[in-house]
C-alpha cells in the first residue's frame, strides 16, 4: 500500500471516529439509540475480523505481527489493546507506564 493511500485510509478513519465520538456526546438519546442499533454490530465485527488476523500460531506467535515482533509469544499488541479496551474496565487501576505495563492487565492463572 503506498503513502498516499494509506494515509487516505487512516484519516476516512478517524474522522469516521471522530463522527461517531461527536454523535455519542452531542445527539439525543433516541439518536444514541438508534447509532446503537447499527454501530454496535459493526465494530464487533471490525474487532473480531482483526483478532482472527492476529491468532497465534502452532507456535504461540502472532501471525500478523512479522518481523523483529514474532520473537515475543502471543498476545501481540493487539490482542493486549483488545484486552485493555474491551476487557478491563476500570482504567485508573492499569498502569500506563513502566516496564510491565502491558503484562499488568492480563489475567493470571489460579
Known amino acids: ?7 487516505t485510509l487512516r484519516k476516512a478513519v478517524y474522522e469516521r ?10 445527539a439525543d438519546v433516541p439518536s444514541r439509540a438508534s447509532l446503537a ?26 501471525r500478523a505481527c512479522g518481523g523483529w515482533r514474532r520473537r515475543w509469544p502471543h498476545p501481540c499488541s493487539v490482542w493486549t489493546t483488545a484486552h485493555k479496551n474491551l476487557i478491563v474496565v476500570d482504567t485508573r487501576s492499569t498502569p500506563t507506564t513502566g516496564r ?3 503484562a499488568s492487565y492480563l489475567p493470571t492463572a489460579g
Open 37 to 62: 442499533d447499527s454501530e454496535i454490530a459493526r465494530m464487533t465485527a471490525a474487532w473480531r475480523s482483526l483478532l482472527a488476523d492476529h491468532e497465534p500460531d502452532e507456535r504461540g506467535r502472532c
Open 17 to 26: 471516529l471522530d463522527y461517531l465520538d461527536r454523535l455519542v456526546n452531542e
Open 100 to 102: 510491565h505495563t502491558a
Open 1 to 7: 500500500m503506498n503513502e498516499v493511500l494509506a494515509s
